[in-house]
């Protein structure tokens, strides 16, 4: 304990105590701040380093040569330990090798600094490091050690110059090897590693000391604080600001840098390629920029990039970002500058480009199909009329009496005329739809008068099929406001559709009611219902939503499809509510007239 009390503070051990204090501080600055590959064995070299330099403090404030040769033994762990760490360091680092778990350089960095410590523990009995020669000597004030050097000593330190002229080679040929920009800060490593090699040779042969001691560890300690100041400041070690300077000299989109005011401040390569010798000097302005100079103006008097379009040079389409660069410190004038990056989108456009056309050309097309669809559909439509005015002559008689046999196939033949006359009629709608040839004439209508006549029409057609239409609500007394025609025809589909889907012997029920602005007809059948999340099939291009194994055919599929068009360009609305066995309700939603609007009643 005496060796830890009977101190003699003095200026060497007050320096040796501030390097171990500067030490220290940075070590934890770098372990929380950066990051660099071979970091762990960088962080272990400091770590021996410290251990050393606290062993240094101590022998040089010990007034007694048994503490002093106490602390020199103490101190071989760090010695030996550190220039092991080191050279891995440096492997790590120039190589940008991942350690992970390795038995050699665990065995290294355990096994050589035990074997050590338990030689110097020894040595007493053994002065295989320090012989009996080792012995104080008093030069005026100052008194130290003089060192009887074991034969171990020498293999040790033989032995750790191995790893210290690797790390030497390793970083020689790293230099040769890097780029012109990394090759200063290499060339401070290469330094950091011979100058202590240097001063332990000196101390060694020649017997050279600081303050009566090895001056290894002062030039090791004041090496690593150099090093991790240049770290801090140049961060030519940080993996992050690496990757960003990365980012602006190896990208392939220019980056122009501005100051505060606007002026021309850097540039990387690829804005250099592009703009060549119009490239300004630093501090000058960007009106010789082409394109790009008027645009920043506006910028920098504006705050807005003022148009949208890509800005086209060389052939080539780029969009301009603009990111400000803040001040770190908190001014008047917060802003350092902007960054502009010049993001290259020609693939983009040109993408884009063929997108447009190909869809334009696509439009093109479905419009000549729809016209062409709707020409053949139109010529279809009158010798499909006089088909059927023939049959209904026939039929009734106008050419003779008709044999049953006859009789038959006649009605078949009308039916089936009938069938490919409204898919006609239906073909042609949708066309015009498509094509926006429909012109919706609004008109003023009286509710009950108009859901009678349709009620009327389908009479014959439902009783036909042996199913009952009928209304089931009380008469409203309210204009409409649709295209009578139209809307008839909307309303129509939905009762066939009803009346269709009825088994023989069922009921169609028909209501209205008023809600808000709006009267909703409802026309409920008794059918076999429709499946949840069949929307896009009942309201689809020739679709027909199948139940089960039943599905009801002898339809174009394009009825409710027509009739949701229809609707909706009213200003109306189409839905319907169904439950699977029991049957479905359409709700139709029709403007009123603007003199009618009523609050939501039952």
Same mark, same amino acid.
């Given at each position: 304990?005496?060796?830890l ?5 003095t200026?060497?051990?007050?320096f040796?105590a501030?390097?171990w204090?500067?030490c220290a501080?940075?070590l934890v600055?770098v ?9 762990p064995a960088? !962080?272990l070299?400091?770590?021996a380093?410290l251990?050393w330099?606290f ?5 040089l404030?010990?007034?007694?040569e048994?503490?002093k %040769?106490?602390? *020199?033994?103490?101190a071989?762990?760090?010695i030996?330990l550190l220039p092991i760490?080191?050279a891995f360091?440096?492997?790590d680092y120039?190589?940008? @090798?991942r350690?992970? $778990? ?5 065995l290294?960095y355990?096994?050589? #600094?035990?074997? %050590?410590?338990?030689i110097?523990l020894?040595?007493s009995q053994t ?5 009996t ?14 060192f ?8 040790v ?9 690797s790390?030497?080679?390793v970083l ?6 890097a780029?012109?920009?990394?090759r200063p800060?290499l060339?401070?490593?290469i ?8 001063g332990?040779?000196a101390y060694v042969?020649?017997?050279v000391?600081?303050?009566g001691y +090895? #001056?290894?560890p002062f030039?090791f300690a004041?090496a690593l604080?150099?090093l ?10 940080d ?6 300077n990365l980012l602006?000299?190896?990208?392939? +989109? ?7 005011e606007?002026r021309?401040?850097?540039?990387? #390569?690829?804005a250099?390629?592009?703009f060549?010798?119009?490239?300004p000097?630093?501090?000058e302005?960007?009106d010789?920029?082409?394109k790009?100079g008027p %645009?920043?103006r506006s910028f920098i ?7 949208a379009?890509?800005?086209?040079l060389?052939g080539?389409a780029?969009?301009?970002r603009?990111?400000p660069?803040e001040?770190?410190?908190q001014?008047k004038?917060?802003?350092l500058?902007?960054?502009v990056s010049?993001v290259?989108i020609?693939e983009?456009e040109q993408?884009?480009?063929a997108l447009?056309e190909?869809?334009a050309?696509?439009?093109a097309?479905?419009?000549a199909? &729809?016209q062409?669809?709707a020409?053949? *559909? ?8 006089? /088909?059927k005015g023939?049959?209904d ?6 050419a003779g009496?008709?044999?049953p =046999?006859?009789?038959?196939?006649l ?7 009938l069938?490919?006359l409204k898919?006609v009629?239906?073909?042609?709608d949708l066309q015009k739809l +498509?094509?926006s040839?429909i012109?919706l004439?609004l008109?003023?209508l ?6 009678r006549?349709v009620m009327e029409e389908y ?5 036909e099929?042996? /199913?009952?239409l009928?209304i @089931?609500?009380?008469?409203?007394h309210?204009?409409?406001?649709a295209?009578p ?8 589909n /939905?009762?066939?559709? =009803?009346v269709?889907?009825?088994p ?6 028909c209501s209205? $009611?008023?809600i808000?602005s709006r009267l909703?007809?409802s026309v409920q059948d008794s059918g !076999?219902?429709i499946?949840d999340?069949k929307?896009?099939?009942?309201f ?6 199948? *139940?089960?194994?039943?599905?009801v &055919?002898g ?7 027509? =009739?949701k068009?229809? !609707?909706?360009?009213m200003?109306?609305? !189409? &839905? ?8 479905t309700?359409?709700?139709i939603d ?5 003199q009618?609007h =009523?609050?939501v009643?039952?």
């Amino acid at each position: 304990m005496s060796c830890l009390t009977n101190l003699e503070f003095t200026f060497a051990s007050a320096f040796a105590a501030a390097l171990w204090a500067a030490c220290a501080l940075i070590l934890v600055w770098v372990v929380r701040n950066n990051r660099f590959a071979g970091k762990p064995a960088f !962080i272990l070299t400091f770590l021996a380093m410290l251990w050393w330099l606290f062993t240094v403090a101590f022998d040089l404030a010990s007034p007694g040569e048994t503490c002093k %040769v106490g602390w *020199s033994l103490a101190a071989w762990p760090g010695i030996t330990l550190l220039p092991i760490a080191w050279a891995f360091f440096v492997f790590d680092y120039t190589m940008n @090798t991942r350690p992970g $778990r390795q038995p050699v350089r665990l065995l290294l960095y355990l096994g050589l #600094p035990s074997l %050590v410590s338990i030689i110097a523990l020894t040595n007493s009995q053994t002065h295989l490091l320090y012989g009996t020669g080792t012995r104080l000597v008093t030069q005026g004030a100052h008194r130290f050690v003089f060192f009887d050097h074991g034969p171990l000593f020498f293999a040790v330190a033989a032995g750790l110059y191995i790893f210290v002229s690797s790390a030497l080679g390793v970083l020689a040929y790293a230099f040769l090897r890097a780029k012109k920009i990394i090759r200063p800060f290499l060339g401070v490593l290469i330094g950091i590693t011979a100058v202590p090699l240097a001063g332990n040779l000196a101390y060694v042969v020649w017997g050279v000391t600081l303050f009566g001691y +090895d #001056p290894t560890p002062f030039l090791f300690a004041v090496a690593l604080i150099a090093l991790s100041w240049l770290l801090l400041n140049n961060t030519m070690m940080d993996t992050a600001a690496q990757g960003r300077n990365l980012l602006f000299y190896a990208t392939q +989109d220019p980056v122009i840098i501005l100051d505060a005011e606007g002026r021309f401040a850097g540039a990387n #390569p690829a804005a250099k390629a592009l703009f060549g010798k119009k490239m300004p000097r630093r501090g000058e302005a960007l009106d010789q920029l082409e394109k790009i100079g008027p %645009v920043l103006r506006s910028f920098i008097r504006t705050g807005e990039l003022g148009s949208a379009e890509p800005i086209r040079l060389r052939g080539r389409a780029f969009d301009p970002r603009l990111l400000p660069i803040e001040s770190p410190i908190q001014t008047k004038r917060p802003l350092l500058g902007w960054s502009v990056s010049l993001v290259d989108i020609t693939e983009r456009e040109q993408s884009a480009e063929a997108l447009r056309e190909a869809l334009a050309r696509a439009e093109a097309a479905n419009h000549a199909k &729809s016209q062409f669809l709707a020409m053949i *559909s139109h010529e279809l439509r009158t010798p499909l009329t006089s /088909v059927k005015g023939g049959l209904d002559l026939a039929l009734h008689g106008a050419a003779g009496e008709v044999s049953p =046999a006859l009789m038959t196939l006649l009605t078949i033949a009308q039916r089936n005329s009938l069938r490919l006359l409204k898919l006609v009629d239906d073909v042609l709608d949708l066309q015009k739809l +498509d094509l926006s040839t429909i012109t919706l004439r609004l008109q003023d209508l009286d509710a009950d008068a108009f859901l009678r006549d349709v009620m009327e029409e389908y009479e014959a057609y439902a009783a036909e099929t042996g /199913v009952r239409l009928t209304i @089931t609500s009380a008469q409203v007394h309210r204009q409409l406001r649709a295209d009578p025609d139209r809307l008839k025809q909307v309303v129509g589909n /939905v009762i066939s559709n =009803a009346v269709k889907f009825s088994p023989e012997g069922g009921q169609v029920a028909c209501s209205t $009611r008023l809600i808000g602005s709006r009267l909703r007809i409802s026309v409920q059948d008794s059918g !076999i219902g429709i499946p949840d999340n069949k929307e896009d099939q009942v309201f689809g291009r020739f679709n027909q939503v199948e *139940s089960g194994s039943l599905k009801v &055919s002898g339809g174009s599929g394009l009825g409710m499809h027509i =009739a949701k068009i229809l !609707i909706e360009r009213m200003d109306g609305a !189409i &839905s319907y509510e169904s439950r699977l066995g029991i049957g479905t309700t359409f709700h139709i939603d029709v403007p009123l007239g603007p003199q009618t609007h =009523a609050p939501v009643t039952a």
